[in-house]
């Protein structure tokens, strides 16, 4: 699965393609807390989230995350575009609420 896959799985609205979007993914984070997204250790990941805010994509920069995906269809403050630019990470919405949303990923990637 790469970063493009789960936003089709997702049915998310790309707001902006970064670098990474055919990176292959092997972890799924799906958290609102940022300081456990920052103690996981593990690289190829992708970050789901309902937080909406320009820290999300702060700390998935630091955790070498290939993008992040904000759930329960949230509407999206204009810096968080700016910041993904800035940091060429890619960012989405989808109306999946988190559960949903880890459900499918699971799914998608056990075929």
Same mark, same amino acid.
């Given at each position: 699965?790469?970063v493009l896959d789960? #936003?089709?799985? $997702?049915?998310?609205?790309?707001?902006?393609?970064?670098?990474?979007?055919?990176? =292959?993914?092997?972890?799924? #984070?799906? !958290?609102?807390?940022?300081? +456990?997204?920052?103690?996981?250790?593990?690289?190829?990941?992708?970050? $789901?989230?309902?937080?909406? !805010?320009?820290?999300?994509?702060?700390?998935?920069? #630091?955790?070498?995350?290939?993008?992040?995906?904000?759930?329960?269809?949230?509407?999206?403050?204009? !810096?968080?575009?700016?910041?993904?630019? +800035?940091?060429?990470? =890619? $960012?989405?919405?989808?109306?999946?609420?988190?559960? +949903?949303?880890?459900?499918?990923?699971?799914?998608?990637?056990?075929?």
């Amino acid at each position: 699965m790469n970063v493009l896959d789960a #936003i089709t799985v $997702l049915e998310a609205e790309t707001i902006l393609k970064g670098e990474n979007l055919e990176k =292959t993914i092997k972890y799924v #984070i799906a !958290s609102d807390l940022m300081s +456990d997204v920052l103690l996981v250790d593990e690289e190829d990941m992708l970050l $789901l989230t309902s937080l909406a !805010s320009d820290q999300v994509l702060r700390t998935a920069q #630091i955790v070498g995350a290939a993008g992040v995906i904000v759930v329960n269809g949230k509407s999206l403050p204009s !810096s968080m575009m700016h910041v993904a630019r +800035d940091l060429g990470m =890619t $960012l989405a919405v989808s109306k999946f609420s988190k559960f +949903d949303a880890c459900i499918a990923i699971h799914q998608y990637m056990t075929k």
